[in-house]
């Protein structure tokens, strides 16, 4: 089994920055990030950025320029660094990885932009 473990959420105000963490633990052995997505109260979950094997990086458009997404494969975790938010990037945020086949998803953290 695998958990994940998303952590950094809190809130900011519009133009602040946060970063969020993923930490994998459990048998953690050959465990793949895929990225981190965000839910909004009423909407679905929608992709934010991922990475792939490689390092090669995607972002939705609506973050591009501000987020960054990177890994530590040493650590067994992923990080979201966010930047110049906006209240529109208010949602849980959720990371997800697969081991073994079998897909994975944190419990997901709070970000809230508000002044």
């Known amino acids: ?5 998303e952590s950094g959420g ?3 105000q519009p133009g602040g920055s946060l970063r969020l963490s993923c930490a994998a633990s459990g048998s953690v052995a050959g465990i793949y990030f895929i990225g981190w997505f965000r839910q909004a109260p009423g909407q679905q979950r929608d992709m934010v950025a991922t990475i792939i094997s490689g390092g090669t990086t995607n972002y939705a458009d609506s973050v591009k320029g501000r987020f960054t997404i990177s890994r530590d494969n040493a650590k067994n975790t992923m990080y979201l660094q966010m930047n ?5 990037d208010t949602a849980v945020y959720s990371c997800n990885a697969v081991r073994g086949g079998k897909l994975y998803w944190g419990q997901g953290t709070q970000v809230t ?3």
């Open 113 to 115: 932009v508000s002044s």
């Open 10 to 12: 809190g809130l900011v």
């Open 1 to 5: 089994q695998v958990q994940l473990v």
């Open 84 to 88: 110049n938010l906006k209240p529109e």
